[in-house]
């Protein structure tokens, strides 16, 4: 607004002379006066190609078309300012009495181009050029000239009536930053009743390819363009996007006030300000986003919310947050605080497994659950570095339910760091620290400790299974890689711990099976009830493996070891029981119990082989036992019998050959 006027004072100064000029020069000549007073006022060129035309009645003014003014020297953008006519009405009567009065301003197709160079000096700064290259003080008067009065150049006693510019582009670049920006089919309107009361512009024209329409009312024209904070508001509209701001503003920039911002597509308010639609998910605002409070904007260019509300989709939070700028990017530091936040579209469950039959020893139809392959989006981590602290009653996961939660979150350049310091989920809590990486593939890390967990409803939202009952303790250290909730799963590396308290497993009675030696005591109805199950395990590329599961139940006690194919959703595990009613096993009973299958519709087996080999193994044994018996050999404490049966084939040999030679010494004899 300061160069505008600064300007506008310059320009009704040139036009003065133009109707000055009518009354005695020739209209041929009135250009070339104009454009050369213009010349020693700021040392740029004014050119005027087209026609000028006076006017005294009805209004006094002057008329030019085809205006060009030349930009800095220092600037490869063409000229600073083109119109195609650019027209001036005075008010004669108030000219008389020594008052400038502008009764009207018309611009039509002005191109208007604002740069700052790499060393900040912007070309609206009209101060001469030396020969040296340096800049003269802007109020000093030129050589050879008369130095242009306040009024003209400031605004000073200025008034406005009515100014109006249509077809108007406007272009601002910033060589430091390499910001471009650009205004297109701008038409404006604004009074200037007295330049140091009120006055309201009203704007409208295309940005980045939309639409916008602004409003700005200020309290005090004279305040503002000096650099104070005065009385004012500022209205912007785009399609469903606005923003609203009432309070103090000034030039500085700066302002302090109420903010009211309003997103109702919010993809295309981020296109209006050139940084792209970042495809926000469902619930952190792809379809709605709104924001109040008491804002507050320095000098400096920090952005401070207090007293803020903010709602994302149908999920609001309320806090303060300051915005800071930065070389690569702005960074948020926020305390927000929510009741319930709905998250779900950031990670889903898996889908669920279709129909099939299950049952011990059967073939198994059952269709496998498969984790999600819809690409993860998480490029909304590299629009603004972060430090977060998050309070909420609740939040939903989609995959996962969380209780009350307070979180501490660090984000730079796309890594974000989760301090888990209080999260209620499952009937349990979890604490650690999780890790998303949105820097090249997505990839995160998660070091976490989840106590007194229910495990049915936690494993049936994370894992679509469901057969699981009782509470437990976690605790696992993994890290994952990948562009969807599938490929993630199947690159799954680390190591963890469980230890489940009294519960159930649904879907087939361990003790019944081995009691009757029946693999069909699986199905509706049936389940296994264990007092404790303990077990640590590591994953390699999406397979857990596990070797010192230990389950203790009131009727056996038994141990574990196989694998789970997390990133496939299923399993391949062995149960030996060791004792059953209290008593110790013979091998008989020692059939071990065989888990295959999908997770969702595993299979159950006895595995009578096992016995068969064990049998065997038993009898050779036993006659390993009797050779060495037959040859008066004992085993040694400590002494397998395969090594007995070796030393009693040593000893044997040993006997045979000293018998042959006594027989053969003497028989020399």
Not at 167 to 176: I, M
Not at 515 to 542: C, H, W
Not at 556 to 584: C, E, F, H, M, W
Not at 606 to 621: N, P, V
């Amino acid at each position: 607004m300061r160069l505008a006027f600064r300007i506008l004072g310059i320009l009704v100064a040139v036009a003065l002379l133009l109707v000055a000029a009518a009354f005695f020069v020739p209209a041929e000549k009135i250009a070339g006066i104009a454009t050369a007073k213009f010349r020693e006022m700021t040392g740029r060129e004014l050119t005027i190609a087209g026609s000028v035309r006076p006017t005294i009645w009805p209004v006094l003014g002057v008329s030019a078309q085809d205006v060009t003014l030349a930009n800095a020297e220092w600037s490869k953008e063409g000229p600073m300012l083109t119109a195609r006519s650019l027209d001036f009405s005075l008010d004669l009567m108030a000219l008389v009495g020594g008052e400038v009065r502008v009764t009207g301003l018309d611009l039509v197709g002005p191109r208007l181009v604002l740069e700052r160079a790499a060393n900040g000096r912007g070309n609206w700064d009209f101060s001469r050029e030396t020969a040296s290259g340096g800049a003269a003080p802007s109020d000093a008067a030129p050589a050879g000239g008369t130095a242009v009065s306040a009024a003209s150049t400031n605004g000073a006693g200025l008034t406005l009536d009515r100014a109006e510019i249509s077809d108007g582009t406007v272009v601002w670049l910033d060589h430091s930053t390499g910001d471009r920006r650009e205004v297109t089919g701008l038409s404006a309107a604004l009074a200037i009743p007295d330049y140091a009361g009120p006055v309201k512009v009203e704007a409208t024209g295309m940005v980045n390819g939309a639409g916008v329409d602004l409003t700005l009312e200020l309290g005090a024209l004279s305040g503002f363009l000096d650099g104070k904070l005065v009385d004012g508001s500022l209205e912007a509209e785009s399609g469903k996007n606005s923003v609203t701001f009432k309070g103090r503003l000034s030039t500085a920039p700066a302002a302090e006030g109420d903010l009211s911002l309003s997103l109702g597509e919010p993809g295309a308010a981020f296109g209006v300000i050139g940084l792209g639609d970042p495809g926000l998910p469902a619930g952190l605002g792809r379809d709605e986003l709104t924001l109040t409070g008491q804002a507050t904007l320095t000098e400096e260019g920090t952005l401070h919310l207090r007293d803020g509300t903010l709602a994302l989709d149908g999920n609001r939070l309320g806090g303060g947050a300051d915005i800071l700028p930065g070389k690569d990017r702005p960074k948020v530091v926020a305390k927000l605080s929510a009741e319930a936040l709905d998250l779900s579209s950031l990670g889903g469950a898996p889908a669920k497994s279709g129909g099939g039959s299950g049952g011990g020893g059967g073939a198994g139809g059952a269709a496998q659950s498969g984790w999600s392959t819809a690409p993860i989006d998480v490029s909304a981590l590299g629009l603004a570095d972060a430090e977060l602290a998050l309070a909420a009653d609740s939040i939903d996961l989609g995959s996962v339910k969380l209780g009350r939660t307070r979180l501490g979150i660090v984000n730079e350049a796309g890594r974000a760091v989760i301090d888990v310091k209080e999260m209620a989920l499952y009937g349990g809590s979890l604490t650690g620290q999780a890790i998303v990486n949105s820097r090249g593939e997505l990839s995160t890390r998660a070091k976490l400790v989840l106590a007194g967990l229910a495990l049915q409803p936690l494993l049936s939202d994370m894992a679509d299974f469901d057969r699981l009952v009782g509470t437990g303790d976690i605790r696992f250290n993994l890290l994952a890689s990948g562009k969807s909730q599938a490929a993630l799963m199947r690159s799954l590396s680390g190591d963890g711990s469980l230890s489940f308290g009294k519960g159930e497993v649904l879907g087939f009675d361990l003790a019944g099976m081995l009691l009757n030696l029946d693999p069909n005591y699986v199905g509706e109805g049936q389940k296994t009830v264990y007092d404790r199950i303990t077990g640590s395990f590591t994953v390699n590329n999406g397979v857990l493996d596990n070797g010192d599961l230990a389950v203790q139940a009131p009727l056996l006690t038994a141990s574990g070891s196989g694998t789970v194919d997390i990133g496939g959703q299923s399993l391949n595990y062995r149960l030996i029981p060791t004792s059953l009613g209290g008593k110790a096993l013979g091998t008989d009973a020692q059939v071990p119990v065989t888990i295959v299958g999908p997770w969702s519709k595993p299979r159950f087996g006895l595995d009578l082989e096992s016995i068969a080999r064990a049998k065997l193994e038993a009898k050779a044994q036993e006659e390993l036992q009797k050779q060495a018996e037959r040859l008066g050999l004992a085993p040694v404490e400590g002494e397998s019998i395969e090594d007995t049966a070796r030393r009693a084939g040593e000893e044997f040999l040993k006997q045979e050959a000293q018998k042959q030679l006594e027989k053969l010494l003497g028989g020399g004899n």
